[in-house]
């Protein structure tokens, strides 16, 4: 993520996060990146349902390189950007790094398009929502 971002949170990893070896594997960083997603939309007053002129989002595509095993209990900073944002769709990037040594575990990033759930078919960001995210747009 070229040391930019536009929002951390923080994430506990919990027991059901784990896997049959023990530590967290790709499906539950999927959980955390959405869980991030999911925080930073609400500081710009948003849901994954609701970004605005009926509208929501869907991911259409995720990439989850993990980099070092997270184990229950382990507090995680998630970092998160935004790029490559167009008319129907645009990038999440996550860095993920253990809070108490920094080493970073896990990187990624989401790829989401605008939804119209009501019908079922992909369609256009409402301009609003297109005009914030690219406001706080980061590099990655």
């Given at each position: 993520?070229?040391?930019?971002?536009?929002?951390?949170?923080?994430?506990?990893?919990?027991?059901?996060?784990?896997?049959?070896?023990?530590?967290?594997?790709?499906?539950?960083?999927?959980?955390?990146?959405?869980?991030?997603?999911?925080?930073?939309?609400?500081?710009?007053?948003?849901?994954?349902?609701?970004?605005?002129?009926?509208?929501?989002?869907?991911?259409?595509?995720?990439?989850?390189?993990?980099?070092?095993?997270?184990?229950?209990?382990?507090?995680?900073?998630?970092?998160?950007?935004?790029?490559?944002?167009?008319?129907?769709?645009?990038?999440?990037?996550?860095?993920?790094?253990?809070?108490?040594?920094?080493?970073?575990?896990?990187?990624?990033?989401t790829?989401?398009?605008?939804?119209?759930?009501?019908?079922?078919a992909?369609?256009?960001?409402?301009?609003?929502?297109?005009?914030?995210?690219?406001?706080?747009?980061?590099?990655?």
């Open positions: 993520m070229n040391g930019s971002h536009l929002f951390t949170t923080h994430y506990t990893v919990r027991v059901g996060d784990l896997n049959y070896g023990g530590h967290m594997g790709f499906d539950g960083m999927l959980l955390v990146f959405h869980d991030a997603r999911v925080r930073y939309l609400k500081t710009l007053g948003y849901t994954e349902f609701d970004v605005g002129g009926g509208k929501g989002l869907i991911m259409t595509e995720a990439r989850v390189r993990l980099r070092d095993e997270i184990f229950p209990g382990d507090e995680l900073a998630v970092r998160l950007g935004i790029s490559d944002v167009g008319k129907v769709r645009f990038t999440v990037a996550f860095h993920v790094s253990r809070s108490s040594d920094g080493r970073p575990v896990a990187d990624g990033e790829h989401m398009a605008g939804y119209d759930y009501s019908r079922h992909a369609a256009k960001l409402p301009p609003d929502f297109i005009r914030k995210i690219s406001s706080s747009h980061t590099p990655i």
